[in-house]
């Protein structure tokens, strides 16, 4: 069974400095790790996925993930928080085609951007 | 633009109605949809996987007589929330596979209160 955990419920950073949401995963084959951002009663809204290829991905809103297979890791990261960045942040696996393309989600973590 | 639109955003229904949530894929044809419900502050659980032209799959746990899913087109799948109870109040999401298979898209989710 795949899972995904997000061992932070917040994260605090100050405008400006540097951010990160830690992300690990378990499955049994090749990962497909997604993150997702959801700002209070919205859906949730794509920022980037890793498939295969470069483990630097570049997403939407300057943020970027790094896939790093021996430690079973995808962290997301931004080098300068807005204070627009405060949201709750969503690490997710995906199993293939064959298994149904079902999403796990981590538990999330709330991001608190002060200026 | 939104790829999935989720419809109504915000319900109040009595205890014992039934309400219906609708999702509907905007851009491209969906044989696949997932329905999520996520409680305050936390992950989203999914609840089922619904499939055009023939039933859902529900997850563990899941009632499926409670919650009556139909995907009777390659755009719309509805959630109808039978006999409702204060219990069944929470954030309903629903997400759809993109055309190219690897990034999924989410409504901006429905809000259901039983009162």
């Known amino acids: 069974a795949q899972s995904v955990a997000q061992p932070e419920d917040q994260v605090n950073v100050a405008e400006g400095n540097p951010l990160t949401v830690k992300c690990t995963y378990s499955?049994?084959?090749?990962?497909?790790l997604f993150w997702y951002v959801q700002y209070p009663n919205r859906g949730l809204q794509f920022l980037l996925k890793y498939i295969t290829g470069d483990n630097l991905v570049k997403g939407s809103y300057g943020f970027e993930a790094e896939f790093n297979k021996s430690q079973t890791s995808f962290h997301l990261k931004k080098p300068s928080a807005l204070v627009s960045d405060s949201a709750l942040y969503f690490c997710?696996?995906?199993?293939?085609?064959?298994?149904?393309?079902?999403?796990?989600f981590g538990g999330g973590t709330r991001v608190l951007v002060k200026p | 633009g939104a790829v999935v639109s989720q419809h109504p955003s915000r319900v109040i229904c009595k205890s014992g109605t039934s309400v219906k949530i609708e999702c509907r894929s905007l851009?491209?044809?969906?044989?696949?949809m997932f329905w999520y419900r996520q409680f305050p502050k936390q992950s989203l659980m999914l609840m089922a996987t619904?499939?055009?032209?023939?039933?859902?799959?529900?997850e563990q746990g899941v009632e499926k007589d409670k919650f009556l899913i139909n995907h009777a087109s390659l755009t719309l799948s509805t959630l109808t929330v039978t006999s409702a109870h204060p219990e069944d109040s929470s954030f309903y999401i629903c997400?759809?596979?993109?055309?190219?298979?690897?990034?999924?898209?989410f409504g901006e989710g429905s809000w259901l209160t039983v009162v």
């Open positions: 499955v049994s084959g090749n990962p497909y």
């Open positions: 997400s759809v596979v993109g055309q190219a298979g690897n990034t999924i898209y």
């Open positions: 851009d491209f044809q969906a044989t696949t």
């Open positions: 997710a696996v995906r199993d293939g085609p064959a298994a149904g393309n079902k999403l796990t």
């Open positions: 619904s499939n055009e032209g023939s039933k859902a799959t529900y």
